[in-house]
């Protein structure tokens, strides 16, 4: 069975500093992992996806994400927040199965 | 304009009701799913389709019923709505089901049952 932890429900940033969302994952093998932003009122969309290569992967908007096989991680990260950057923020994990399941997600605010 | 849009945006009905939320894609996926996302769950998945015809159980399916005639609609249907299915719900669809294609999601139906 595979499953997915975001740690932190909602995180406080001001605008211009760095950031790191939170994503653990749990399965026997290497996952499929994703991230995904959720605007007010608008369906998620994807930010960047992780299945094989380079650990390190670039999305939209400056986002990238690190994958760390030994810690089960999948940390999403920005190194210069934006106020528009504010959103709910999914994290993905998908094994054999190859349907998704979700983490709880982070409500990012960004403070001016 | 290509894409997944779900309708109605916004729906209040009564306990006891039936009603039903379509979710329409232009892109000929084979793959269809509905969520409900509610505060401190995330998105749970209700049912999901893998092509037309063929429809399979999620995390959360009980009260709730889908059907696909056509590969481009996945209604769902509440045949007697209850106060707890009062959610956000979301259609998504991908091309396959393989792991490196992310889902599209569409923007979602508010559900208020009273």
């Given at each position: 069975a595979q499953s997915v932890t975001q740690p932190d429900i909602h995180i406080t940033v001001s605008e211009g500093a760095s950031l790191e969302l939170r994503c653990n994952y749990s399965y026997g093998?290497?996952?499929y992992l994703f991230w995904y932003v959720q605007s007010p009122g608008q369906g998620l969309q994807l930010l960047l996806k992780y299945f094989s290569g380079d650990t390190l992967v670039q999305?939209?908007?400056g986002f990238e994400a690190e994958f760390k096989r030994s810690q089960s991680s999948f940390n999403l990260r920005k190194p210069s927040v934006h106020w528009s950057d504010a959103a709910e923020y999914f994290c993905a994990v998908e094994g054999g199965s190859?349907?998704?399941t979700?983490?709880?997600g982070t409500s990012l605010i960004v403070h001016p | 304009d290509a894409g997944i849009t779900q309708s109605p945006r916004y729906?209040?009905?009564?306990?006891?009701?039936q009603v039903t939320l379509m979710c329409h894609q232009t892109w000929s996926h084979s793959y269809m799913f509905w969520y409900r996302q509610d505060l401190g769950h995330g998105l749970r998945?209700?049912?999901y389709s893998a092509a037309a015809d063929i429809t399979d159980k999620g995390e959360v399916p009980d009260g709730y019923v889908v059907s696909r005639s056509k590969t481009e609609n996945f209604p769902l249907t509440l045949e007697s709505a209850t106060r707890s299915q009062t959610s956000v719900y979301f259609c998504a669809s991908r091309p396959t089901n393989t792991g490196d294609q992310p889902q599209h999601f569409?923007?979602?139906t508010r559900l208020s049952i009273l």
């Open positions: 093998a290497t996952p999305g939209i908007k190859y349907i998704p979700f983490g709880r | 729906k209040i009905t009564e306990t006891g009701r998945l209700i049912y569409g923007d979602g």
